[in-house]
Protein backbone atom coordinates (compact mmCIF):
# COMPACT_ATOMS: atom_id res chain seq x y z
CA UNK A 1 0.00 0.00 0.00
CA UNK A 2 1.75 3.47 -0.55
CA UNK A 3 1.04 6.46 1.10
CA UNK A 4 1.07 9.85 0.09
CA UNK A 5 1.16 12.97 3.29
CA UNK A 6 1.23 16.81 2.46
CA UNK A 7 2.97 19.09 4.28
CA UNK A 8 3.40 22.93 4.02
CA UNK A 9 -0.06 24.30 4.55
CA UNK A 10 -0.76 27.43 6.84
CA UNK A 11 -2.03 30.97 6.80
CA UNK A 12 -1.01 33.49 4.62
CA UNK A 13 -2.05 36.74 3.21
CA UNK A 14 -3.84 37.93 -0.06
CA UNK A 15 -1.41 38.25 -2.84
CA UNK A 16 1.42 35.86 -0.74
CA UNK A 17 2.52 32.57 -1.97
CA UNK A 18 2.89 29.32 -0.64
CA UNK A 19 4.33 25.71 -1.45
CA UNK A 20 2.65 22.44 -0.48
CA UNK A 21 4.60 19.24 -0.88
CA UNK A 22 3.19 15.50 -0.55
CA UNK A 23 5.66 12.93 -0.15
CA UNK A 24 5.20 9.63 -1.56
CA UNK A 25 6.26 6.13 -0.28
CA UNK A 26 7.19 4.69 -3.46
CA UNK A 27 8.72 5.28 -6.83
CA UNK A 28 6.79 8.31 -8.77
CA UNK A 29 6.73 6.20 -12.61
CA UNK A 30 4.31 3.79 -10.85
CA UNK A 31 1.45 6.50 -11.33
CA UNK A 32 -0.12 7.73 -14.61
CA UNK A 33 -0.64 11.03 -13.02
CA UNK A 34 -0.59 13.03 -10.39
CA UNK A 35 -1.76 16.28 -9.22
CA UNK A 36 -3.99 18.12 -6.17
CA UNK A 37 -7.62 18.98 -5.89
CA UNK A 38 -8.89 21.52 -3.11
CA UNK A 39 -12.16 21.19 -1.20
CA UNK A 40 -13.18 24.59 0.11
CA UNK A 41 -15.35 24.98 2.87
CA UNK A 42 -18.71 23.86 2.17
CA UNK A 43 -18.15 22.96 -1.22
CA UNK A 44 -17.03 20.28 -3.59
CA UNK A 45 -13.55 18.66 -4.02
CA UNK A 46 -12.18 20.55 -7.55
CA UNK A 47 -9.66 19.50 -9.22
CA UNK A 48 -7.03 22.02 -9.95
CA UNK A 49 -3.41 20.54 -11.20
CA UNK A 50 -2.52 17.34 -12.53
CA UNK A 51 0.70 16.38 -14.12
CA UNK A 52 1.53 13.17 -16.14
CA UNK A 53 4.28 10.31 -15.94
CA UNK A 54 6.08 12.25 -19.35
CA UNK A 55 6.05 15.73 -17.57
CA UNK A 56 2.49 17.40 -18.85
CA UNK A 57 0.42 19.56 -16.91
CA UNK A 58 -3.21 20.80 -16.86
CA UNK A 59 -4.62 23.42 -14.58
CA UNK A 60 -7.80 24.42 -13.64
CA UNK A 61 -9.07 27.90 -15.07
CA UNK A 62 -9.45 29.21 -11.76
CA UNK A 63 -5.48 28.30 -10.82
CA UNK A 64 -3.46 28.55 -14.54
CA UNK A 65 -0.85 31.25 -14.31
CA UNK A 66 -0.62 31.41 -10.71
CA UNK A 67 -0.43 27.48 -9.25
CA UNK A 68 2.67 25.18 -10.99
CA UNK A 69 2.88 21.83 -10.52
CA UNK A 70 6.23 19.67 -10.46
CA UNK A 71 7.87 16.80 -8.95
CA UNK A 72 11.10 15.54 -8.28
CA UNK A 73 11.80 11.75 -8.49
CA UNK A 74 14.50 11.21 -6.39
CA UNK A 75 12.67 12.87 -3.47
CA UNK A 76 9.73 11.04 -4.15
CA UNK A 77 7.95 14.24 -3.75
CA UNK A 78 4.66 16.24 -5.63
CA UNK A 79 5.09 20.02 -4.95
CA UNK A 80 2.69 22.84 -5.64
CA UNK A 81 3.80 26.45 -5.65
CA UNK A 82 0.52 29.05 -5.33
CA UNK A 83 1.76 32.29 -6.25
CA UNK A 84 -0.78 35.35 -6.05
CA UNK A 85 -3.06 33.58 -3.66
CA UNK A 86 -6.88 35.39 -3.01
CA UNK A 87 -9.14 34.10 -0.70
CA UNK A 88 -11.24 32.48 -2.43
CA UNK A 89 -7.90 29.69 -2.29
CA UNK A 90 -8.79 28.93 0.91
CA UNK A 91 -9.54 25.29 1.15
CA UNK A 92 -7.61 21.66 2.15
CA UNK A 93 -5.64 20.85 -0.46
CA UNK A 94 -5.50 17.01 -1.47
CA UNK A 95 -2.57 15.35 -3.28
CA UNK A 96 -3.35 12.69 -5.21
CA UNK A 97 -1.82 9.83 -7.40
CA UNK A 98 -3.56 7.44 -10.36
CA UNK A 99 -2.08 4.32 -11.68
CA UNK A 100 -3.69 1.37 -14.22
CA UNK A 101 -3.18 -2.02 -13.00
CA UNK A 102 -3.96 -4.63 -15.12
CA UNK A 103 -6.87 -2.66 -16.65
CA UNK A 104 -8.01 -1.42 -13.20
CA UNK A 105 -7.70 2.13 -12.63
CA UNK A 106 -6.68 3.15 -8.73
CA UNK A 107 -6.37 6.41 -6.95
CA UNK A 108 -4.42 7.10 -3.66
CA UNK A 109 -4.69 10.37 -1.68
CA UNK A 110 -2.93 12.10 1.48
CA UNK A 111 -5.10 13.33 4.06
CA UNK A 112 -4.98 17.35 3.25
CA UNK A 113 -3.31 20.39 4.09
CA UNK A 114 -5.26 23.68 5.27
CA UNK A 115 -4.71 26.38 3.27
CA UNK A 116 -6.05 30.04 4.69
CA UNK A 117 -5.79 33.16 2.48
CA UNK A 118 -7.08 35.94 5.05
CA UNK A 119 -5.25 39.18 6.00
Known amino acids: QVSLVESGGGLVQPGGSLKVSCTIS????????MGWYRQPPGQQRELIAT???????VYADSVQGRFTVSRDNAKMTLYLQMNSLKPDDTAVYYC?????????????WGQGTQVTVSS
Open 96 to 108: YGAELVRGVKYKY
Open 26 to 33: DDLSRFAA
Open 51 to 57: ITRNGNT
